[in-house]
């Protein structure tokens, strides 16, 4: 069977990954809205406190690894007591490749590598709902590897770069994500499939999204009853089970469609749909606009 893991991270395609040292020295806190997209980051020296809107702050020591699949408002800083500035990080002093928090003089007393990137999915917000708020790992140290081949790779021209990077960032997502403890995350996909009976389900509904699942077929492959799987499913995974997997079928149309290299009846098959006519008139449901007027706002953008 498929990963539904990995195959979500291959949907949302990752790409133009930014990268930089961060540092800071004395008291400091910098404040920073909401970026909305994916963020990274692991300490390199010292420790720091990070409080992200809705979470409770954490603090980072050496080794360390952070992700923000969404990058919510947050607060960096030296202390939990220490006042906040508000920063852009576009205008952020940058010396010796650095950006610098608090005492401008002196060596740092806390150094971390940060960066960013953009999903180049339509289904973003969908999929990365799926994921946690707030990834914090200690400890890892093929993170740590991962984010430094991010940051070579990323201030470098060398041929094939956006490709390189694309790969790296899936692999860093992934590796992060599977060693996340699902039953301590939101509910989501690693809640999911954290559960073992659940994870079964969410296998079929990823290997065979033509199939025409009922609650009730996919409760009997996860060996429970259709009142304990819906209840189950519903509460571990934040969607009922055939809005999650409604939900799946139309990202992975949205993606056939982006290819341009598919008919509607094929797509129509692939995704559990009888007819091209019934897959529009549930695409259209779902999007907001018919198949074909999706494609022309595609090849508008491209």
Same mark, same amino acid.
């Given at each position: 069977? $498929?990963?539904? &893991?990995?195959?979500?991270?291959?949907?949302?395609?990752?790409?133009?990954?930014?990268?930089?040292?961060?540092?800071?020295?004395?008291?400091?806190? $910098?404040?920073?809205? @909401?970026?909305?997209?994916?963020?990274?980051?692991?300490?390199?020296?010292?420790?720091?406190?990070?409080?992200?809107?809705? /979470? =409770?702050?954490?603090?980072?020591?050496?080794?360390? %690894?952070?992700?923000?699949?969404?990058?919510?408002?947050?607060?960096?800083?030296?202390?939990?007591?220490?006042?906040?500035? %508000?920063?852009?990080?576009?205008?952020?002093?940058?010396?010796?490749? !650095?950006? +610098?928090?608090?005492?401008?003089?002196?060596?740092p007393e806390a150094r971390m590598l940060g960066g960013y990137f953009a999903f180049d999915s339509p289904?973003?917000?969908?999929?990365?709902?799926?994921?946690?708020?707030?990834?914090?790992? +200690?400890?890892?140290?093929?993170?740590?590897?991962?984010?430094?081949?991010?940051?070579?790779?990323?201030? !470098? #021209?060398?041929p094939g770069r956006d490709l390189v990077l694309g790969r790296l960032v899936e692999v860093l997502l992934?590796?992060?994500?599977?060693?996340?403890?699902?039953? =301590?995350?939101?509910?989501?996909?690693?809640?999911?499939?954290?559960?073992?009976?659940?994870?079964?389900?969410?296998?079929?509904?990823?290997?065979?999204?033509? $199939?025409?699942?009922?609650?009730?077929?996919?409760?009997?492959?996860?060996?429970?009853?259709?009142?304990?799987? %819906?209840?189950?499913?519903?509460?571990?995974?934040?969607?009922?089970?055939? =809005?999650? &997997?409604?939900?799946? +079928?139309?990202?992975?149309?949205?993606?056939?469609?982006? /290819?341009?290299?598919?008919?509607?009846?094929?797509? @129509?098959?692939?995704?559990?749909?009888?007819?091209?006519?019934?897959?529009?008139?549930?695409?259209?449901?779902?999007?907001?606009?018919?198949?074909?007027?999706?494609?022309?706002?595609?090849? #508008? #953008? #491209?």
């Amino acid at each position: 069977m $498929v990963d539904p &893991l990995a195959e979500i991270i291959g949907l949302l395609k990752p790409r133009a990954v930014f990268s930089k040292v961060i540092s800071g020295a004395g008291s400091w806190a $910098v404040r920073y809205s @909401a970026f909305g997209e994916p963020s990274f980051c692991t300490m390199l020296d010292g420790e720091c406190i990070l409080a992200v809107d809705g /979470q =409770e702050p954490v603090a980072l020591m050496a080794g360390d %690894f952070v992700l923000l699949p969404a990058t919510p408002g947050f607060t960096l800083s030296s202390s939990i007591t220490a006042l906040p500035v %508000f920063k852009d990080p576009a205008s952020a002093e940058v010396r010796d490749d !650095e950006v +610098r928090h608090g005492r401008a003089d002196g060596p740092p007393e806390a150094r971390m590598l940060g960066g960013y990137f953009a999903f180049d999915s339509p289904d973003a917000k969908l999929l990365v709902s799926l994921l946690p708020t707030l990834l914090h790992l +200690r400890g890892v140290e093929r993170l740590t590897v991962l984010v430094q081949l991010v940051r070579g790779e990323s201030i !470098e #021209q060398r041929p094939g770069r956006d490709l390189v990077l694309g790969r790296l960032v899936e692999v860093l997502l992934i590796e992060a994500l599977r060693l996340t403890s699902g039953n =301590e995350a939101s509910p989501g996909l690693l809640r999911g499939l954290a559960d073992p009976r659940l994870r079964i389900a969410l296998r079929y509904m990823h290997s065979d999204p033509a $199939v025409a699942w009922t609650v009730k077929e996919l409760a009997h492959k996860a060996a429970l009853s259709r009142s304990a799987f %819906f209840e189950r499913f519903s509460r571990e995974v934040g969607l009922a089970p055939m =809005e999650y &997997l409604h939900a799946w +079928r139309m990202a992975l149309a949205k993606n056939l469609l982006r /290819q341009n290299k598919v008919s509607l009846n094929d797509i @129509a098959a692939k995704v559990g749909y009888g007819s091209a006519s019934s897959f529009s008139t549930a695409f259209s449901r779902h999007v907001g606009v018919a198949p074909s007027a999706y494609l022309c706002e595609i090849s #508008q #953008q #491209q």
